[in-house]
């Protein structure tokens, strides 16, 4: 199961199908602000609006499905991550699922949950991480390109 979908053709569709109504909001979102969009990773009921921060390190705004007894709602939650391979740490800054926005809200209010959370996002300073991971040996040996060399490929902002 796949949070709460069953990893088959008929479980894939419905989980598309619970996103259908809001890909047009997100694709939308994306092309305005600067973030790519990154659907169903990792077979994961969500989608990622990736981008680089200038100040360093990767950001992300996830829009989560998740079943409740009363139907699908989405959580709007935000992250950022730096990875440093001096300390072989990575620091992370979240923000909590505390946006949700349920199907039957109009788009509006999706729309105005990822523009808070990329507000929040955007306004992050350094030295501002709620959680410190590592030191990781795995990391030993590797550059700093090599570690967060797929930064690179995201759009560049705040």
């Known amino acids: 199961m796949l949070s709460g979908w069953e990893k088959t053709p008929a479980g894939v569709a419905e ?6 109504t809001l ?4 694709t939308r979102f994306c092309r305005e602000h600067g973030l ?23 950001a992300q705004i996830e829009v989560a499905a998740a079943r409740r007894d009363h139907g699908v709602v989405f959580h709007v939650r935000g992250m950022w991550f ?11 800054r979240t923000l909590r699922p505390d946006l949700l ?5 109009p ?13 929040a996002i955007d306004a992050w300073a350094l030295e501002s991480w709620d959680t ?3 030191p990781f040996d795995e990391w030993r040996g ?16 705040s």
């Open 142 to 157: 590797l550059t700093q390109d090599q570690l967060s060399g797929s930064s690179k490929y995201y759009p560049l902002r």
């Open 101 to 105: 926005y349920v199907r039957t809200d």
């Open 132 to 134: 410190v991971l590592g």
């Open 15 to 20: 989980l598309i199908g619970e996103f259908s």
């Open 36 to 58: 790519f969009p990154m659907k169903f990773y990792h077979g994961l009921p969500e989608w990622h609006l990736r981008f680089a921060r200038k100040v360093g390190g990767r």
């Open 107 to 119: 788009l509006d209010k999706l729309k105005e949950a990822l523009t808070e959370a990329l507000a």
């Open 82 to 92: 730096l990875d440093d391979i001096v300390t072989r740490k990575r620091y992370v």
């Open 23 to 26: 890909a047009n909001v997100l």
